[in-house]
């Protein structure tokens, strides 16, 4: 069996003017994370875990910002098309384990719907997606709550 893991690692800006979308949900709050697609941080390091373990370049690269394609997508459809790409060399899921760091909003009673969804846009188990939050204690760009940033580590087995 090949197994391999990877690393995925993103930030967005937080502004008033966009939906906060996290981990494929919306979550009520003030601000929201801006970027070309949807903006939702967790997802985009999840797929830059999934490409790096299959040692296929990064989110950037299969989709990028300077596409009107991808403008305002739901990320949730660029999960499901970076699984495709991996599947295209074989590989599949084993776990997914992440971290979301931002001061607010709270997180935690949205964690389970956040497992659950992306577990379905993946299609594996819900215990084989993990979800941990913390804070900067309100320390830099997150501690400010200027942007929110996600870590991602994922194992592939072919």
Known sequence: MNIKIGFGFDVH???ETRPF???GITIPHVKGSYGHS???VLIHAICDALLGAANMRDIGYHFP???????GIDSKILLKNTI???AQKGYIIGNIDSTICLQKPKIKDYI?????TLADTCNIAIDDIAIKATTT????FEGREEGVSAYAVVLLSK
């Open 13 to 15: 800006q937080l502004v």
């Open 21 to 23: 979308t996290l981990g």
């Open 38 to 40: 949807d903006g939702d």
């Open 65 to 71: 910002d300077t596409d009107n394609t991808y403008k």
């Open 84 to 86: 495709e790409l991996i």
């Open 112 to 116: 389970e719907t956040m497992q659950k």
């Open 137 to 140: 204690e309100t320390l830099g």
